[in-house]
């Protein structure tokens, strides 16, 4: 009989979050595995760059640096690995994969996150795609997902993307609104587009920008923006953003070929007569992002709906522990923030997990302090916010963990 294989740690996923863990809990001499359904680790970070503070955070190069240090200290990392199941037995987890059974006494999650559909008339065409597929197409496999495109959907992961994309050689022939329908609901309103937008002002990319965006969001002023906002849209790094426009269908016989477009009000409502043509070879739907966290309930942590979050994620506390034995959450699954966010809590769920098998040491406290308070300050500092409130939300969140008492 094969003897299933035994870690001190297993982690779920490769990306920032995943790897950051890995490399801290390693240094501290865990045996540590880490395993994701991805051919390659690095998770999202492979496609991801943006320009902060004067200079380009490019996410390849800070995955190729985690592999790197996780390779010399030991990490087993596999890739193209499916979990599928986990059951707590004897102190230990038993995690059933596509090959075969590993066991560790403690496991953390970071399955990340996945898109949220959009569906429009005519998404079934070759070359509708989700905003992630492009952004992996052109920046992981450098690819262009087509010669011209057009992304429906309007937060801020379509302009993150939308930028990755220009500077990538893809032309965008604009950013526009989902038509209105019980599926789109909210997201259709040029009033919630201001909304978030407004939100997003420190990604503005002029100081005149940020400084109207910050004073608008203050002001509660994302209603008389919507009104007023050009009908034609303006351009944002020389991308078209249309928040009185939506998309009614996408066209073609075999493939996409145009996207029909119109002026809506501010309700959201076709303004009949408006119709027009917009000629793309390819569409990217912009619907946002919902914590992966299937993982787990299968293992059966209890779930809270938190809405500045993402949605329904794991409850855990800031130390990253869930009520489950041995069970911690890190990035996207515990909240949906950036993956300089995301690399932090790894190092915060590391921590607590080597305390808790009795490797820092009698400074453990002060550790496990300081890697807490590295987390709020990349929060705080962090370009990519994707929603508002994410601070008081995980306030309310851990005050909720100790109301409850979980462990």
């Known amino acids: 009989m094969t003897k299933t294989p035994s870690f001190d740690l297993l982690i779920v996923g490769a990306g920032p979050a995943g790897l950051s863990a890995a490399a801290v809990a390693a240094e501290h001499g865990l045996c540590v595995a880490v395993l994701d359904e991805f051919p390659e680790p690095g998770g999202r970070m492979l496609g991801q760059f943006h320009e902060e503070n004067a200079r380009w955070w490019v996410g390849r190069r800070a995955a190729e640096q985690l592999i790197e240090k ?15 199941g986990m059951l707590r037995t004897d102190r230990r987890w038993i995690v059933r994969t596509t090959c075969g059974s590993l ?13 949220i559909p959009q569906p429009t008339p005519g998404w079934t065409l070759p070359g509708v795609m ?6 992996v197409m052109a920046n992981v496999h450098y690819v262009k997902p087509g010669r011209r495109g057009l ?15 220009s500077v990538s050689g893809v032309t965008i022939a604009g950013i526009v609104l989902p038509e209105r329908s019980s599926v789109s609901g909210k997201d259709a309103l040029p009033e919630e587009a201001v909304k978030r937008l407004l939100n997003l002002a420190h990604m503005a990319p002029s100081p005149l920008m940020r400084i109207g965006g910050k004073l608008g969001a203050s002001l509660g002023m994302a209603g008389a ?38 002026d809506i009000t501010g309700a959201g409502e076709i303004i009949h007569g408006s119709e027009r ?59 949906i923030e950036s993956a300089r966010v995301a690399m932090a809590q790894g190092r ?29 300050r990349v929060r705080a500092s962090s370009l990519i916010q994707f929603h508002s409130g994410i601070p008081d939300a995980r306030e309310q969140l851990y005050k909720k963990w100790e109301e409850e008492a979980w462990i």
């Open 70 to 84: 996780c390779r010399v200290l030991g990490v087993d990392i596999r890739c193209g690995v499916s979990v599928h």
């Open 103 to 115: 066991t560790a006494p403690r496991v953390l999650l970071a399955t990340g996150a996945a898109e």
């Open 130 to 135: 989700s905003i992630g597929a492009a952004q």
């Open 151 to 165: 992304i429906i959907g309007v937060n801020v992961l379509a302009m993150a993307i939308a930028r990755e994309l």
């Open 225 to 262: 923006v919507s009104r007023f906002f050009p009908r034609g849209g303006m351009k944002i790094w020389d991308i078209p953003l249309q928040l009185r426009t939506a998309a009614i269908s996408i066209n073609g016989k075999h493939h996409v070929e145009s996207v029909t477009l119109a």
């Open 277 to 335: 043509e917009e000629q793309v070879d390819f569409v990217a739907l912009a619907g946002g992002l919902y914590p992966l966290a299937e993982l787990a309930a299968v293992a059966g942590c209890p779930f809270v709906y938190v809405k500045e979050l993402g949605g329904h994620i794991p409850i855990h506390n800031e130390n990253m522990q869930t009520p489950a034995e041995g069970l911690y959450v890190a990035g996207n699954i515990a909240g």
């Open 348 to 376: 915060v769920a590391a921590v607590t997990i080597c305390r808790d098998a009795g490797a820092l040491g009698k400074d453990q406290e002060q550790y496990l302090h300081e890697a807490m308070e590295h987390v709020r």
